[in-house]
């Protein structure tokens, strides 16, 4: 049975941070490349991050290059996305998702397994 189980979503001020964690099971982690989204209310949903799961090699939408940080740990089925510096357009439902091979793209379609999603809230 296939789970992707997003935590660590949460409310924050302009400026906090927070780290989502991903936890994957019942498919091959190594084989997949891991990819963030966002769906903001009345707004699609967009990509926000991939990592490869060969090479490590990443993968940020220009929205978030220098202010989020995604990483894996193969040994626990996890993927992370540091995000600092939050902004109030950050705010998001955010969701973890699973696409076979290695390329590196955000194109929600490419993925196969999705979380439920954890919400993020920035706000004064």
């Known amino acids: 049975q296939v789970q992707v189980v997003e935590s660590g979503g949460g409310s924050v001020q302009p400026g906090g941070s927070l780290t989502l964690a991903c936890v994957v099971s019942?498919?091959?982690?190594?084989?997949?490349?891991i990819g963030w989204f966002r769906q903001a209310p009345a707004k699609e949903r967009e990509g926000v991050s991939c990592?490869?799961?060969?090479?490590?090699?990443?993968h940020y939408a220009d929205s978030v290059k220098g202010r989020f940080t995604i990483s894996r740990d193969n040994g626990k089925n996890t993927v992370y996305l540091q995000m600092n510096n939050l902004k109030p357009e950050d705010t998001a439902v955010y969701y973890c998702a699973a696409k076979p091979g290695d390329y590196l793209i955000l194109v929600s379609d490419m993925y196969n397994y999705w979380g439920q999603g954890t919400q993020v809230t920035v706000s004064s």
């Open positions: 990592l490869s799961n060969t090479d490590a090699s990443t």
């Open positions: 019942g498919f091959t982690f190594d084989d997949y490349a």
